[in-house]
């Protein structure tokens, strides 16, 4: 693709940190990005649909296209960048397909047919926001490529006994299969955030990891970990016959939340679920 160099767009582009934008122009580095999808999930990439949320300018746009995505549908609210990305479009119009849409408002279902899969450099203000959404519909994905801050990786990837370890990684890991595939420094950014950021790969499991009802597991993972440095028997006493519960799920109810399985939490919300029948 001929195209207007990044830098050159970026000049004119500032960056507006309502939106959570952060521009990387390093080609090396966003074909990386895109590498680890492709590599990871090759089927998709090359016979099926790429969603990508907040493009900007467009520097990961033409990775994903200039490394042979089959499909690109890019969903960007800046009315800005729309304007930078149709030139994309113009040279791509039979595999890039640009939307002006909020992310978290997308009917993915909708979107497109057939395999599909996420790489995106997400916003950091709705980046855990979008990942939730679509872990409630994760059956229409085959993968995620996610850029995050890193503290929000390592909670994505967290065990238990560990600080970082909660509901989001309980939900994640339940759903998925999940690995930080590399850490990205502020100074790989225009402008450098404050943060450093992370490629996480996401691949959906087959089945959940333990039987459960998601709706139950999320419920007793907020109650749990809302007050986390309390005893189970403590932040969970608001569930009837807790103590009860907890030691058919073979749980002591000494434990806080922090110290409990994936295994336990799903254990424990099967029986709170037969209470409830």
């Known amino acids: 693709m001929n195209l207007t160099p990044l830098r050159d767009i970026v000049r004119e582009l500032t960056a507006k940190k309502s939106l959570g934008q952060n521009f990387i122009l390093d080609e090396s580095l966003l074909n990386k990005i895109v590498n680890v999808s492709k590599q ?20 990961l746009t033409r990775s994903i296209l200039n490394l042979g995505a089959n499909k690109l549908i890019a969903i960007e609210k800046d ?5 930078y990305l149709q030139e994309i479009k113009q040279q791509c119009e039979d595999r890039f397909f640009l939307i002006n849409k909020d992310a978290l408002k997308i009917d993915y279902a909708e ?30 994905f085959s993968s995620f490529t996610l ?15 560990t600080s970082n370890y909660g509901r989001l990684s309980i939900i994640t890991q339940w759903l998925c299969e999940v690995e930080i ?41 907020s109650l749990a970990f809302n007050q986390r440095r309390k005893m189970i028997r403590s932040s969970l006493k608001s569930i009837p016959n807790i103590e009860l519960l907890c030691e058919k799920a073979g749980i002591d109810i000494t434990s806080r939340a922090e110290e409990l399985t994936i295994d336990q939490f799903c ?8 209470v409830k029948v």
Request: glycine fraction near 8%; charge should be positive.
């Open 181 to 221: 595939a590399f850490i990205v420094p502020p100074g790989c950014f225009t402008p450098p955030p404050k943060v450093t950021s992370a490629i996480v790969f996401l691949k959906p499991r087959k089945q959940p990891l333990f039987p459960a009802n998601k709706k139950t597991l999320e419920s007793l993972t």
């Open 147 to 161: 850029m995050f801050q890193k503290e929000v990786a390592e909670r994505l990837v967290a065990v238990p006994k």
């Open 79 to 83: 009315e800005r960048c729309q304007f």
């Open 267 to 274: 254990k424990l919300s099967n029986f709170v679920d037969e």
């Open 111 to 140: 979107l497109t047919k057939g395999k599909r899969a996420v790489i995106s450099n997400l916003p950091y203000n709705v980046g855990t926001a979008l990942l939730l959404g679509w872990l409630n519909q994760i059956n229409l």
């Open 40 to 59: 990871k999930d090759e089927e998709t990439f090359s016979r099926g649909t790429i969603i990508e949320v907040g493009p900007g300018p467009g520097g």
